[in-house]
């Protein structure tokens, strides 16, 4: 089955999957989430955790893993829900996995509770589809105006993503770049890490455009050309 045409900004699929979700910090989510791709016997999971995290990384990932599989699934960006209404959660019961990022951004307004308090219980109902939402609080921090969607937040598991050390953030961009083909030193990556802001969204943003301009002047990933290239 296709993934659901939706008249709102869904992410597109990109290179964030489960394949290069960097899991030694969350082995333990990571298990539990993929014992339900194919048995679904938890449908609810809530995660939570500071921005650059992993959270997007995750969800995003577990959205390519089932359209890869051709199973209906989507993702999300809750974020950006001043572009469309809480309409777009009308009959996701019928995805098998939906994915709905930075929750957050949407607690305490009214029609988005309710809308997720309605889309909560139809999947409890269905139970066929796999709910991950993520917020960088916990659920009972969150400050939710309905008292039955705070309930339904913790119907299933919980866990609080743990973030990259430096050393796991180096590890993480060198692997990226392998995945693309180029070779990026370690003095290179190090660089990066040290000028760059250290959320991975911006890190692999910078070595996207670095595989491309090295690709251009046929050049080797140097700090001098990374300065030149990123006017660091």
């Given at each position: ?6 008249p ?14 960097y ?40 959205s ?6 051709e ?23 019928q ?80 692997q ?15 660089f ?41």
């Amino acid at each position: 089955m296709r993934e659901a045409q939706l008249p709102l900004p869904i992410h597109q699929l990109d290179d964030e999957t489960l394949d290069n979700f960097y899991a030694d910090n969350n082995l333990l989510l990571l298990n539990s989430l993929r014992s339900n791709f194919h048995h679904l016997h938890q449908p609810f999971f809530y995660l939570w955790g500071m921005a650059g995290s992993g959270k997007t990384h995750l969800l995003k990932g577990i959205s390519a893993y089932f359209v890869a599989q051709e199973r209906a699934a989507i993702y999300v960006p809750l974020d950006k829900f001043s572009a469309f209404s809480p309409a777009v959660l009308d009959n996701l019961e019928q995805q098998e996995a939906v994915c709905l990022d930075n929750l957050h951004a949407v607690i305490g307004k009214e029609e988005w509770e309710i809308a997720l308090f309605d889309l909560i219980n139809r999947i409890k109902e269905t139970n066929n589809t796999l709910l991950v939402m993520s917020a960088e609080q916990s659920p009972i921090t969150l400050p939710i105006r309905l008292p039955d969607l705070a309930s339904r937040l913790t119907w299933g598991e919980t866990y609080q993503l743990q973030p990259l050390t430096e050393e796991q953030k180096l590890v993480v961009l060198q692997q990226n770049a392998v995945q693309r083909g180029i070779v990026l030193p370690i003095e290179t990556a190090t660089f990066l890490l040290k000028r760059l802001d250290r959320d991975m969204a911006t890190l692999f943003g910078a070595l996207s455009q670095l595989d491309k301009a090295s690709l251009q002047a046929k050049r080797d990933l140097t700090i001098p050309f990374v300065k030149e290239i990123l006017d660091l």
